[in-house]
């Protein structure tokens, strides 16, 4: 049968019943542990860390379970907690000094840009490195007010994962994404005779290609999607 628990006894409070070593034990685990749920977030890509740098969400992390825990359960020593906030406060301000002086320990901590759209066109070498869609990337730039994948000369996924849109200057053609496809779906192209400046565009990437070439079904060049729409004009804006 297990002990009861005595209100204030500093000596479980503070100590627990593990030997003075385990003190040193806390250490490495949680320098392991550290590494480790580095390693997984930088796999999961830089959607998870949105709005916060990687050494801040991991901070929130690992503060969260350490203060949490030594709150709650009276079996964990404050010590112990305190040990663990310590070495995790540390392990962050290391990370931030290595950050701000060497550029190679900030592309691997939080990683690099890579391009998702490139003159109105879905880069799906730069989605499959941040594993994200088509749908992902075309959701955040209707998020940024942009109507037409034509309107975007570059959009870079940033480490932290927000998404960083420069527009041409002029209107291009390109894939009407307003409104979404989910909810219109943008109507089919099959005669090259009527296509818009003699081009189609691409459902999948928007890339834009000669019709004659692809339709009725051709492949893309691009990302090998068969399924093509008329390519879209939009007015530039007016300045407000």
């Not at 941040?130 to 109507?147: C, D, K, P």
């Not at 909810?183 to 009527?194: F, K, R, S, W």
Request: some cysteine.
């Amino acid at each position: 049968m297990d002990q009861p628990v005595i209100p204030f006894d500093l000596a479980r409070m503070f100590l627990g019943d593990q030997p003075p070593l385990f003190l040193l034990e806390i250490v490495a685990r949680t320098l392991l542990i550290y590494v480790y749920t580095i390693v997984l977030i930088r796999w999961i890509g830089g959607r998870g860390v949105a709005q916060l740098s990687m050494v801040e969400f991991l901070l929130v992390i690992a503060l969260g379970s350490a203060v949490g825990d030594a709150a709650f359960y009276p079996d964990v020593p404050l010590l112990h907690a305190m040990m663990v906030i310590t070495v995790v406060v540390i392990i962050n301000k290391v990370l931030d000094w290595l950050i701000l002086h060497f550029d190679t320990a900030k592309r691997v901590i939080d990683g690099v840009p890579v391009a998702v759209v490139r003159d109105g066109k879905l880069q799906r070498e730069g989605m499959g490195r941040r594993n994200i869609g088509a749908a992902e990337v075309i959701a955040s730039l209707r998020q940024a007010g942009v109507r037409n994948l034509g309107e975007v000369e570059h959009a870079f996924m940033e480490g932290d994962g927000v998404l960083s849109i420069f527009r041409h200057d002029e209107p291009r053609p390109g894939l009407q994404i307003v409104p979404p496809a989910e909810v219109e779906p943008p109507p089919p192209l099959t005669d090259p005779a009527v296509a818009p400046g003699g081009r189609a565009c691409c459902l999948a990437c928007g890339a834009l290609e000669p019709a004659v070439e692809v339709l009725p079904d051709g492949q893309c060049p691009a990302c090998g999607g068969r399924e093509w729409t008329a390519p879209v004009t939009l007015p530039k804006r007016r300045a407000e």
